[in-house]
T-cell receptor
């Protein structure tokens, strides 16, 4: 697609429910990132995929958070047994990773989706 | 601990004014610095800076990086009400991930 697409745009859930957030990256982008943005703050890194491989999940706040990208395209971020502190905007970003030869890759900017605003009641 | 600090936190100006937004960083394994503009939706990409002293320019916006002093500035000349937004500075931390470390942003309000 032309840009990164996220759904739903808004999600309201009761504390304890499970939620699933979807990200459809720019076509052909190898790298996919999830970030969490609290009100009035900058986004914070959650996890990173290169194709279908989850290479970094160091930013996931707890084992209630789980992300997958099974076919190296669409990704889903799942939050189990939601808590009020999970309320935030969840941003997905993708970037290309062009190979420049001799084992090197070019550093390309990340392009963001509009995010999913999650509210836990 | 890696950190990116932006100043000022917020700024109110009148149309036609020139503004300078600041970003300082302490990030191990620095690769590049990016500026984004965030209105109510997605952060939109403005600039990526990798080398010191080379100004990047796009219309009324320009930015420069100083890797010795570890800071960057974003200039906006002849501001317009459409420039009102949060401006985010982010540093790419090198490694297998190339994840972004963000500052808290500068909220710019341009009054007519």
């Amino acid at each position: 697609g032309a840009g990164v697409s996220q759904s739903p745009r808004y999600k309201v859930a009761k504390r304890g429910q499970d939620v699933a957030l979807r990200c459809d990256p720019i076509s052909g982008h190898v790298s996919l990132f999830w970030y969490q943005q609290a009100l009035g703050q900058g986004p914070e890194f959650l996890t990173y995929f290169q194709n279908e491989a989850q290479l970094d999940k160091s930013g996931l706040p707890s084992d209630r958070f789980f992300a997958e990208r099974p076919e190296g395209s669409v990704s889903t971020l799942k939050i189990q047994r939601t808590q009020q502190e999970d309320s935030a905007v969840y941003l997905c970003a993708s970037s290309s990773r062009p190979y420049t030869g001799q084992g090197g890759y070019s550093n390309q900017p990340q392009h963001f989706g509009d995010g999913t605003r999650l509210s836990i009641l | 601990e890696d950190k990116v600090v932006q100043s000022p936190l917020s700024l109110v100006v009148h149309e036609g004014d020139t503004v300078t937004l600041n970003c300082s960083y302490e990030v191990t394994n620095f690769r590049s610095l990016l500026w984004y503009k965030q209105e109510k939706k997605a952060p939109t990409f403005l600039f990526m800076l990798t080398s010191s002293g080379i100004e990047k320019k796009s219309g009324r916006l320009s930015s420069i990086l100083d890797k010795k002093e570890l800071f960057s500035i974003l200039n906006i000349t002849a501001t317009q009400t459409g420039d009102s937004a949060v401006y985010l500075c982010a540093v790419v931390k090198g490694g297998a991930t190339n994840k972004l470390i963000f500052g808290t942003g500068t909220l710019l309000a341009v009054q007519p």
